[in-house]
């Protein structure tokens, strides 16, 4: 199961690189999502897949499954979600701004 | 337990968000966030005695005891660059008032400064490593938000570059914790400190340190500062001195706290590495800066020569060293914050940004020049001032470490930010005045208070660096026997 | 251009009452099964954003005359407060009570702290969601 879930997220992460390093706004933007997404999975691959077991240390003799990923993940994804949004906020304010959402058309410092 | 250490963190946040309701009356939002900068610093300096008395003090959220819960951990480093991190952020609140305007204040510009120094002093207090990645975050939302505010082509085509980059680098750090959390299983930075000292740093471990060092070089501007002089150029005076002294510095205390206390045993690849990238920043520093044609180019990438330099003291790390690099962090965040005032005012007063259009600035403004003057002093390195103590303890430790290459390029580096500042100087400054006295535009009181402000604090760290020593000593002690940070936090719960 | 989205309202103006009550539901489940105020939240606000894409934007500000900044506002300020509560009794930072009460007609409940700071966590979760959607619609 684990090698699995490994697998999986090397495919994640290799599209979200992929997504990331096109130009277009809206993708790359994708690209972070996905990437996000595949670093979830690996916090919850890397602290062991268990099936049955509870997590409260009190309520049964064991064997325990660690709680920790999952709140760890939890907080990621409360923090990838406020990212993403405002991400897509800025890129849609940039795209009516700058009339462009080709990062090719986006470089630059003082040619104002 | 001591509830005061949440203290920094928490009353910037609630007071942000009282602000949110007292969007229309700017008087109220400038004094309230004015106070509760105050509040915060005050209580810092108190944080900072009773530490001296008792030790190193910690709070467990919710009485979870260590290793499990969070926590936060006062120790005199963390608690001396939260101190000067909350009275930059005073100062250049002081700043702001005369000169942000308007529009910024009405668009909570006073709230997303206080939320980005509640994740600044956040990510000093913390002592757990996924709690560092939420403030970092706190911090850098607080900063997206800064970037972009006032809604400028330029201002919005850098920020998506800076958000992406960041983006990029939180994602690494969770990757990096993530591999953390599934070889020693704790995230609590002490107890990941006594496991790396039980099993030994084997590659496994150097990897996920140097995956660490990435993810802080990234946000520290060390080597990987690419994105640094395009999102330090776009946002107004008062937001750019707050990046250039602030957020630079999270990332190099997080560097310095990685690898004294959690990965300190592997110093011939992690150190090395470090020394490497050190010089090669100030090389590349050194030309931005010598490269540069308009203020804002000089002045970010100084930014970048003094993270470099900083960080010669963490690859060195004897104990002298890293005295310097504590003094001269201090120094920095205030010499750095300054900097980006005074270029803000200049560019106010006349216009240009491009050195050689300004010209003779101080017939028509005496104290202003003198006050740039104090600065490019302290940031050159001229005793009595500022910056001659980190810098000089920071070479001493260089010579004991036989470390002479760094040695030469950090004292190098000092002579090109003294050529840099003075070419500013001299053209901006000096030379025929291009406003006559009648047409000048008057520098805004609050300006000039910030400015004399600021300059006090850069003679102070200078003058009365005995003053400052005992709180430098404590803080180095602990960083060069990570024991006494452990057991201060392990040995009590157990 | 004007569609024809009779279907959509006579759908909507339903299923709105099951979204909302599916987000209230999951919000008070969170105590001990899967649920939550930030789950509760987004079911919530996509419930309120789905009444603004199926009604104009005129239509649902005049029913419901929120701020939605505010509400975010509102709820770090529940959230935070309920952490700093603790202080106050001289308790680590984010300490959480609970205990259980005898309230009329309902019988012997379990009441926590936690679900005052979930509150505040729902609210700045609705608040930020709306918002984000109506910063981008609004300037069409």
């Known amino acids: 199961m684990e090698s699995l879930m490994i697998i999986l997220v090397g495919i994640l992460v290799s599209v979200g690189t992929y997504l990331i390093l096109s130009r277009q706004m809206i993708r790359i933007i994708l690209g972070t999502a996905i990437l996000s997404h595949a670093v979830h999975l690996l916090i919850l691959t890397v602290g062991g897949l268990k099936k049955g077991g509870v997590p409260l240390l009190s309520q049964s003799d064991g064997p325990y499954t660690d709680a920790l990923p999952q709140a760890l993940i939890l907080t990621a994804i409360v923090i990838s979600f406020a990212t993403t949004a405002f991400l897509l906020v800025l890129a849609y304010r940039t795209y009516k701004t700058n009339g462009s959402a080709d990062f090719h058309e986006l470089r630059g410092m003082s040619d104002e | 337990m001591n509830n005061l250490i949440v203290l920094p963190l928490i009353i910037p946040i609630i007071t942000a968000v009282l602000l949110v309701f007292l969007r229309e009356s700017i008087m109220l939002q400038r004094i309230i966030s ?52 909350s009275i930059v952020t005073t100062i250049c609140l002081i700043y702001a008032f005369s ?56 201002q919005l085509r850098e920020s998506l570059k800076y958000v ?7 994602w690494m750090f969770l990757v990096a914790l993530a591999y953390l959390y599934g070889t020693l299983k704790t995230l609590n930075m002490a107890h990941i400190a006594e496991r790396v ?24 501007g060390l080597l990987l500062f690419f994105w640094l002089p395009g999102s330090y150029s776009v946002p107004p005076a008062a937001i750019q001195a707050l990046f250039a002294a602030l957020l630079t510095k999270v990332g190099i205390y997080a560097l310095i706290r990685t690898f004294t206390l959690m990965f300190p045993l592997d110093q011939g690849i992690t150190h090395t590495i470090i020394g490497i990238m050190a010089g090669a920043t100030i090389i590349a520093g050194c030309m931005g800066a010598l490269s540069g044609r308009d203020v804002y180019t000089i002045a970010t990438y100084n930014v970048i020569i003094g993270v470099g330099f900083i960080l010669i003291g963490l690859a060195v790390g004897t104990e002298s060293a890293l005295t310097g690099a504590v003094y001269y962090l201090m120094h920095d965040m205030v010499a750095k914050a300054l900097l ?66 760094l040695l030469a390029i950090g004292f190098a580096s000092s002579i090109i930010v003294l050529y840099s500042l003075l070419r500013v100087f001299l053209a901006s400054f000096f030379g025929e005045t291009t406003i006559s006295f009648e047409d000048r535009k008057p520098i805004p009181k609050g300006a000039y208070v910030s400015f004399c402000l600021l300059a006090i604090s850069i003679i102070y760290i200078g003058v009365g660096a005995e003053t400052l020593s005992v709180y430098v000593k404590d803080a180095v002690h602990t960083l060069v026997n990570p024991s006494i940070y452990i057991d201060a936090i392990l040995k009590e719960g157990a | 251009m004007k569609i024809n989205d009779v279907i959509l309202r006579t759908v909507v103006k339903g299923v709105v009452f099951i ?19 930030f789950i509760g939240g987004l079911v919530l606000g996509s419930g309120i954003v789905l009444l ?28 935070t407060g309920s952490a700093i509560g603790s202080l106050y009794f001289n308790a680590p930072f984010l300490t959480q009570t609970d205990g259980y009460f005898n309230i009329p007609i309902l019988g012997e409940k379990h009441l926590s702290t936690v679900t005052i700071f979930e509150a505040g966590v729902a609210l700045t979760v609705i608040g930020t969601l709306v918002t984000i959607i109506l910063s981008i619609s609004e300037d069409e």
Request: charged letters at 10%; hydrophobic letters at 55%.
């Open chain 2, 340 to 405: 980006f005032l005074l270029i803000g005012m200049m560019i106010y007063l006349t216009g240009e940004t491009v050195v050689k259009n300004m010209s003779g600035l101080i017939r028509n403004y005496p104290l202003f020049g003198w006050i740039y003057f104090i600065m490019m002093l302290a940031l050159a390195g001229i005793p009595p001032l500022s910056g001659f103590v980190g810098k000089i303890l920071i070479g001493q430790g260089a010579i004991e470490e036989r470390a002479y290459v």
């Open chain 3, 52 to 79: 603004y894409i199926t009604y104009d934007l005129e239509t649902i500000q005049s029913k419901m005359p929120f701020d939605f900044k505010k509400v975010a506002a509102l709820g770090v300020l529940l959230a």
């Open chain 2, 34 to 85: 004015l106070l509760t900068m105050i509040a915060v610093s005050s209580i810092t300096l108190i944080l900072l005695n009773i530490v001296q008395a008792e030790g190193i003090i910690r709070l467990d959220f919710s009485g979870w005891l260590p290793p499990f819960g969070i926590l936060f951990v006062a120790d005199s480093f963390a608690l001396l660059l939260v101190f000067t991190a």
């Open chain 2, 164 to 170: 992406l980059i960041n983006v990029v680098a939180s």
């Open chain 3, 19 to 37: 979204i909302l009550t599916l987000g209230v539901y999951l919000f008070f489940s969170g105590h001990n099964a899967p649920g939550g105020g």
């Open chain 2, 99 to 154: 000169t942000i305007g308007n529009r910024h204040e009405k668009m909570f510009f006073y709230p997303f400064v206080l939320f980005l120094i509640a994740g600044v002093n956040g990510s000093f207090l913390t002592g757990d490593i996924f709690n560092l990645f939420v403030c970092f975050e706190v911090m850098l939302l607080a900063s997206y938000v800064l970037v972009a505010l006032g809604g400028e082509i330029g």
């Open chain 2, 197 to 220: 000292a039980e099993v030994g740093q084997d590659p496994l471990l150097t990897t996920v340190a140097i995956l660490l060092l990435l993810v802080f070089s990234l946000k520290a």
